[in-house]
């Protein structure tokens, strides 16, 4: 089955705790990127990758960070975790970062940092 | 920058009914748009991508886009309670990242 899956889906942690949150796709899509979703501000793009070793910063990148070592993959790390990031995390892949952009989602990740 | 714009709702349409959800943006420069459906506390799902002026039928769905107009918009025809979801517009920006409008809450009324 094609998907895109993220591990874990739920996670309460504290602040100043580094966190991995990992997202994967079977279908080998080219383009994968991070949202993130809070109530009132709709999804807001974190960082994307293009192809493999090739990332950039979306709108709300401070306080994370990423890597593409492998198509498949695309890890979400967090640092230092504070309680502003405290959000519903998704990740998105696309054959390709074209205006053909056509995403589809991973199942989410609901992160609490206390 | 481009901007997506919706009217964030809710929009409560009775069962059976066809829903009709807008989207407008704010530059020229797209020529794709793609309708997301979001239940509560899920991930958004692609229903219908558009990328030519004109309309676009897959089952009960519908996607109008009119570039002149700027607008594009969302029919559901013979709407279902299982309809009742947040409708997510988006388009890519120059950069091919999407931009997202803020959604709009349908509700159908059985």
């Known amino acids: 089955e094609a998907q895109v899956t993220q591990n874990p889906r739920y996670l309460i942690t504290v602040t100043g705790k580094k966190l991995t949150v990992t997202c994967s796709q079977n279908m080998n899509h080219e383009y994968m990127s991070w949202y993130r979703q809070d109530p009132g501000l709709g999804l807001r793009q974190i960082y994307y990758?293009?192809?493999?070793?090739?990332?950039d910063k979306g709108d709300v990148p401070e306080g994370y960070k990423v890597s593409r070592k492998e198509k498949r993959n695309f890890p979400l790390i967090l640092e230092s975790p504070s309680p502003n990031q405290t959000s519903l995390y998704f990740c998105a892949s696309s054959r390709a970062g074209t205006e053909y952009n056509e995403q589809f989602f991973g199942p989410g990740t609901r992160l609490t940092v206390l | 920058q481009k901007e997506v714009e919706q009217n964030s709702g809710p929009l409560s349409v009775p069962e059976g009914a066809i829903a009709s959800l807008n989207c407008t943006y704010s530059?020229?420069?797209?020529?794709?748009f793609f309708w997301y459906r979001q239940y509560s506390g899920k991930s958004p799902e692609l229903i219908m991508s558009i990328y030519s002026n004109g309309d676009k039928e897959d089952g009960r769905f519908t996607a109008q886009l009119n570039k002149a107009s700027q607008y594009v918009s969302l029919l559901i025809r013979d709407s279902q309670p299982s309809d009742s979801a947040t409708y997510l517009c988006a388009s890519p920006d120059s950069n091919y990242q999407l931009i997202w409008g803020a959604g709009t809450k349908l509700i159908i009324k059985p």
């Open positions: 990758s293009m192809n493999v070793e090739v990332t």
């Open positions: 530059d020229r420069v797209s020529q794709s």
